[in-house]
């Protein structure tokens, strides 16, 4: 509230929030109507997944959703390529659910 984040974001940019608030919501409190904006409970997505809040993973399918940048099916090679099967099967099912929950305003 006191640091103005979203000061460089102009109207193509797209703002990824960790929150479980509305997207509208978070808008307002922002104080900002340039770009889109997205919300995702990571923290809790990664806690019911992973049992830890780590929620990168969550994040980066909230990217993925909000950019297009990525396929998930490029993480899910990905993942299993770099970590053992059961840390990718974990991982990949914290970015799809996030990936499906991400909200937009």
Partial sequence: KTVPVTSGVNENGVIIINSVEDPR??????????????????????????????TNTAMLGTVARATNLVSLNSIEITLKERFRPDLAEKNFAVIKQAYNEAKQE
């Fill in 25 to 54: 919501e978070v808008r307002k409190t922002l104080k900002t109507e340039k770009g889109t904006l997205w919300t995702i409970p990571a923290t809790q997505i990664a806690i019911k997944i992973l049992g830890m809040p780590i």
